[in-house]
């Protein structure tokens, strides 16, 4: 109901802050906990949720912490958003984001700036390490793909950003895309025509972007580092990664080393970390050439040992935090999909 009718809306509040319970003075993200409660604010969204995208890193830290038993995993993530009314991480610290149908527009939501109403089916481009939510139910956990499906509300700030789910793509395979959609932006504004650019993690959904991405730059060279058998025949069926290195990329020492062989001893001018893993930072420092750019997009990126170690092997070397937002990044990702038949159809068999 657009302009609501219901006259208990909370007073606006365009960062959540009156969402904070515990310590005043933080934000959301920072918060240890929100209240989830209704009624909404006179200037926040109401989402029913019909699925989770829970960050990589995160999902597989649950995941490990419950030796991959799904009811374990339900527990977990219930617990978890029980008690932070939020999913929140407390290990990894990151959180993910949700598909869902607006359920109800606060009267001084900004619909301006942001055209929403009662109906539309959208998807979160804010963390759900910062919006409040509530599950009734787990429907179903999908491991493979980092997935959950619930029955459950979120409520979305004025200040949050979101995106109308396209008709042109499966929800599934939007919901993956627009989850690391930051990545192949950053990457559109990193690399240059005619640079090496190496991806480590890269047969994960946003490293195969982040790939495709670099290559629409004219003579730009591509080396994807993976783990997995799987990940690595991913790699070596699609065009445009001109190398694929098989390795573990904690073993910083071997990734720089087959880095070098495949450049002929060039290194990147830039390396992207989205590795779901954490103690990944050194192989990308080390993989980077002197004056070049590693960028860290991976959630289990420590910057203590980014920074400590870049230092201790003299690496001059650029050190970016992966931003999650750039403008125009939903529709820039999406836009790949509907530009490459083999990213579409790659995103299509693993997320449908
Ligand atoms: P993903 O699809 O799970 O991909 C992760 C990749 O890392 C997989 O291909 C995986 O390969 C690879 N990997 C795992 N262990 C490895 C190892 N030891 N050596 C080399 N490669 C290894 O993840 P995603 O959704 O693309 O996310 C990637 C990262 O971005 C995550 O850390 C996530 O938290 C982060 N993220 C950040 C933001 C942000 O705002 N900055 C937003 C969303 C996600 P295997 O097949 O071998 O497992």
Redesign the pocket.
């Known amino acids: 109901m657009a302009g609501g009718s219901s006259p208990a809306f909370r007073p606006g509040d365009p960062l959540g802050i009156r969402r904070v319970l515990g310590r005043a003075g933080l934000l959301p993200q920072q918060a240890d906990a929100v209240d989830p409660s209704l009624p909404i604010a006179e200037d926040e969204l109401l989402v029913e949720v019909e699925s989770l995208n829970i ?4 999902f597989k830290q649950i995941s490990d912490s419950c030796s991959g038993d799904v009811k374990k995993i339900e527990e977990a993530i219930l617990g978890l958003v029980a008690r932070r009314g939020k999913q929140h991480n407390p290990v990894t610290g ?1 959180g993910g984001m949700f598909i869902g149908r607006v359920a109800q527009v606060g009267p001084k939501f900004p619909v301006q700036q942001k055209p929403v109403k009662v109906g539309d089916r959208i998807a979160s481009l804010v963390s759900l390490s910062l919006t409040p939510l509530s599950i009734r139910k787990i429907v179903k956990i999908h491991p493979e793909i980092d997935r959950v499906d619930i029955e459950g509300h979120a409520i979305l700030f004025a200040s949050g950003i979101f995106a109308k789910l396209p008709t042109d793509l499966p929800d599934t395979v939007a919901l993956a895309v627009l ?2 959609a ?2 192949p932006a950053q990457t559109r504004k990193l690399v240059h025509p005619g640079q090496t650019v190496v991806v ?8 195969v972007l982040c790939l495709y991405e670099a290559k629409r730059k004219p003579g730009v060279r591509t080396v994807a ?4 058998q ?2 690595i025949q991913r790699l070596q069926s699609l065009p445009f990664v001109d190398h694929v290195i098989q ?4 073993n910083a020492v071997e990734v720089m080393e087959k880095v070098r062989a495949a450049t002929g001893g060039h290194l990147a001018e830039v390396v992207i970390n ?4 954490p103690e ?1 930072e050194m192989s990308c420092v080390l993989s980077c050439r002197s004056g070049g750019i590693v960028y860290f ?4 990126t420590s910057f203590t040992r980014a920074a400590l170690g870049a230092e201790g092997v003299g690496a001059d070397v650029d050190l970016r935090i ?3 937002y750039t403008e125009g990044h939903a529709e820039l990702a999406l836009g790949l999909l509907r530009e490459s038949p083999e990213l579409r159809k790659l995103f299509t068999e693993t997320y449908c």
Not at 200 to 207: I, L, M
Not at 225 to 228: G, L, P
Not at 297 to 300: E, I, L, N, P
């Open positions: 960050d990589s890193a995160s990151s989850d690391v930051g990545a480590v993690g890269g047969g994960g959904k946003s490293g580092v993976d783990y997995s799987e990940g390795a573990d990329a904690r989205v590795a779901n893993i990944t997009f991976s959630m289990a992966g931003n999650g």
